[in-house]
């Protein structure tokens, strides 16, 4: 199974950027929906960003759309969220999640589900002081 890797949490001003980084333990572009998503403790996962099957087709919550970005990089099997302008309700555990693709039969509309996803990173803490 594939193992996440979640990096490049950290603490900045509002207004500042962080670019986190999911590394996995194996090529998985081609078979996986990749999904950031974060949770303050004691909350549900909220889905922030998807990577479809290809870096043409992204999604975003509408919390987040114009400030992240979401990118790949195919020869580091890694997925970046680059967060721009955060503020502090930004702050959160942010994780990244894998799901095979067959497993999930429109992703258009079913990316925010955490349920679905069945391979987890450890998370990165990302902290915003206003």
């Known amino acids: 199974d594939v193992q996440l890797v979640e990096s490049g949490g950290g603490s900045v001003q509002a207004g500042g950027s962080l670019r986190l980084s999911c590394t996995a333990s194996?090529?998985?572009?081609?078979?996986?929906?990749i999904t950031w998503f974060r949770q303050v403790p004691g909350k549900h996962r909220e889905g922030v960003s998807c990577?479809?099957?290809?870096?043409?087709?992204?999604y975003y919550a509408h919390f987040v759309q114009g400030r992240f970005t979401i990118s790949s990089d195919r020869a580091k099997n890694t997925v970046y969220l680059q967060m721009n302008s955060l503020k502090p309700e930004d702050t959160d555990i942010y994780y990244c999640?894998?799901?095979?693709?067959?497993?999930?039969?429109?992703?258009?509309?079913?990316?925010?589900?955490?349920?679905?996803?069945?391979?987890w990173g450890q998370g990165t803490q990302v902290t915003v002081s206003s």
């Open positions: 999640a894998a799901e095979r693709r067959r497993d999930i039969t429109d992703i258009a509309t079913m990316w925010t589900y955490e349920l679905l996803y069945d391979y």
């Open positions: 990577r479809g099957s290809g870096d043409e087709e992204t």
């Open positions: 194996e090529p998985f572009f081609d078979d996986y929906y």
